[in-house]
């Protein structure tokens, strides 16, 4: 991946841009190869003789990509670039001789809104420009080029020492061209700009380079103009190959709030976490009893979904989705993500006089006093029935449990006994109907023998503590019948709950909780070598995906996945910290019942 913090493009190893989406995240994509073919729009630049060895790595701190071919003629550089706050979205690409004298190929296919709009063509001075619509890019080079079967094609030599540039810029079609820039001095000034914040990482533990990159990956999924953080950069990349598990996730998710805040504060990134913070305080205002359990990067609630029948999917995974149909759920957990988030910016001092947050936490809290008995749709956004779901139970507890601590803190006011009380009135009713004495473990939904990892939550919010022996079941009922291969499943499959076909891979996450839940329990041997099976699974430049197929020894879902690099960054913290500290409990005094 790199990107501007506005959008981001996806870059294969052969060097051939297969997806972006121009010029936001939640744009309609110019190049959509990565769901269908290279007729759907793609950017290539590589070698024209057989390549005898290929390598790419991050520059240090940065998104900047760099990836080194080398033939029998020798070996060329490509850098791929976008230059964080500009104006216009831009996309850079420098190619570099190292030694030798290299023949390079390249071929642009533009194909707006998804792959299935042909854009008018026509050369220019210094390239190329491509109108269609409200859409319009231009290509600044010094090589020359030719269309080719509604294609743009070039052939060029490059020898030791040269450098050849590619500036491709998106612009509305109603308006002038952007000026052409110096590729070369913008990807130097894009370097210093990444170095400067990754250099702020507070971390300085084991896994420093794997925690620097998922925030750096963190950070390239913020847009920029609202703080709002995107779940990935990509739609429908499937949870099976093959399957109809394939979901847009260019959105904002409220649940990803509490764990992303943390991960950034732990960091250092305040000014990142104060910027969600009011993203969502905008997001969420409004009547309580309508919040959406995600919203648009703007704070946009309908995000209607579509299917998009031209688009074959990833390796014939079919649908191709946009927009998300789950912004109309009811998910009670979300209420509690949302206080808790409220909560720890409080406890940081993350704080702005001219945004009020007290009203949201009131108006959210005086809906979950009762609200919180209501079945919802659970965390995994299941397509089945509404269910009494276990986890939902939990966090809306987590949620009364801020509110004592915010009434008792003086930051907001209440009376302590009204919310005790029902604080104690949730955690009984968990304990007598979401435990199962049989199984020994807590149980995805009440009166069900199913098992949910999101029940790796329970000792993380400060439910029960770790030593707890329904705690210490539940971890177990996990190992045995939701782990595949060491990686933890969702959720106990079955249609009538999910409402979908049987199949996804291992839920990346999931496992990073089951780390945490180690740690917790005083098990860091297997705590550390579960956390580094983990991180054996990313890819040659440090990514993660939402899944993992362990039998296929491949990634799934979509790419990359801010709340796999949330729990990976999460983790490696949870083992610095004190005996029985997490992400969301660090510094809370126990509270009991």
Not at 34 to 52: F, K, T
Not at 232 to 248: A, F, H, Q, Y
Not at 434 to 456: C, I, P, R, W
Not at 502 to 520: K, M, P, R, T
């Amino acid at each position: 991946m790199i990107g501007d913090c506005h959008t981001a493009a996806l870059v294969s190893k052969e060097g051939s841009i297969d997806w972006l989406c121009f010029p936001h995240f939640d744009s309609p994509a110019c190049f959509a190869a990565l769901l269908g073919n290279e007729d759907h729009g793609h950017w290539s630049i590589s070698p024209v003789e057989p390549i005898r060895k290929l390598s790419r790595r991050y520059w240090d701190g940065s998104l900047i990509l760099e990836t080194e071919f080398e033939t029998d003629s020798g070996s060329v550089v490509l850098q791929d670039c976008m230059t964080p706050g500009n104006d216009s979205p831009e996309l850079l690409r420098l190619v570099v001789g190292k030694s030798g004298q290299v023949t390079m190929k390249m071929e642009l296919v533009i194909r707006f809104d998804y792959g299935s709009v042909v854009p008018w063509v026509t050369s220019t001075d210094r390239g190329i420009d491509a109108i269609a619509g409200p859409d319009r890019l231009a290509l600044r080079t010094d090589i020359p080029l030719r269309g080719e079967d509604l294609k743009t094609v070039a052939e060029f030599t490059v020898k030791a020492g040269q450098k050849i540039s590619f500036d491709l810029a998106w612009y509305p079609s109603h308006r002038a061209e952007p000026t052409e820039r110096n590729v070369e001095k913008e990807i130097q000034e894009a370097e210093n700009w990444w170095n400067q914040w990754s250099e702020r990482c507070s971390y300085q533990g084991k896994w420093r380079e794997a925690v620097v990159r998922s925030l750096i990956t963190l950070k390239g999924l913020t847009f920029l103009p609202t703080g709002g953080i995107i779940a990935s950069p990509t739609t429908s990349l499937p949870e099976l190959i093959g399957g109809v598990r394939n979901w847009d996730y260019r959105f904002c998710w409220v649940r990803d709030a509490s764990l992303t805040l943390q991960a950034l504060m732990d960091a250092g990134y305040n000014d990142e976490a104060r910027e969600w913070r009011e993203w969502l305080l905008r997001a969420v205002a409004g009547s309580p009893s309508e919040m959406n359990i995600l919203y648009g990067i703007r704070g946009e609630r309908r995000l209607t979904e579509l299917e998009l029948d031209w688009l074959p999917g990833y390796e014939g995974s079919a649908p191709v989705r946009i927009g998300n149909a789950a912004y109309s759920q009811f998910q009670l957990d979300i209420f509690g993500e949302v206080i808790n988030t409220l909560y720890k910016c409080q406890a940081a001092g993350l704080v702005d006089p001219e945004i009020k947050t007290e009203g949201v936490g009131r108006a959210l809290l005086h809906y979950l006093e009762t609200g919180w008995e209501k079945p919802d749709d659970g965390i995994w956004e299941v397509r089945g029935p509404r269910r009494h779901f276990t986890h939902s139970k939990i966090m809306a507890w987590l949620a009364i449990d801020r509110a004592v601590r915010s009434i008792e803190k003086g930051w907001m006011p209440g009376d302590p006994l009204h919310w005790r009380a029902l604080r104690r009135r949730i955690h009984e009713q968990v304990i007598a109907e979401g435990f199962d004495t049989k199984l020994n473990s807590f149980v995805q939904y009440y009166g069900s023998q199913h098992l949910d990892a999101s029940l790796l939550m329970i000792p993380l919010v400060g439910f029960l503590p770790a030593s707890d022996p329904r705690v210490i079941g539940t971890v177990k009922a996990i190992e045995d019948h939701l782990m595949r291969d060491g990686f933890v499943s969702r959720y106990t499959i079955d249609p009538e709950v999910d409402g979908l076909p049987h199949g996804e891979g291992q839920f990346l996450v999931c496992s990073f909780w089951l780390a945490d839940n180690y740690i917790l329990q005083g098990r860091r041997r297997e705590a550390e070598e579960l956390f580094e099976r983990l991180l054996d699974l990313r890819n040659d430049v440090g990514l993660l995906s939402e899944e993992y197929d362990p039998v296929g020894k491949r990634m799934l879902g979509n790419f990359p996945q801010a709340f796999s690099h949330v729990g990976l960054v999460n983790t490696a913290y949870n083992f610095e910290r004190r005996p029985g500290d997490t992400a969301f409990s660090a510094g809370l005094e126990p509270s009991g019942k």
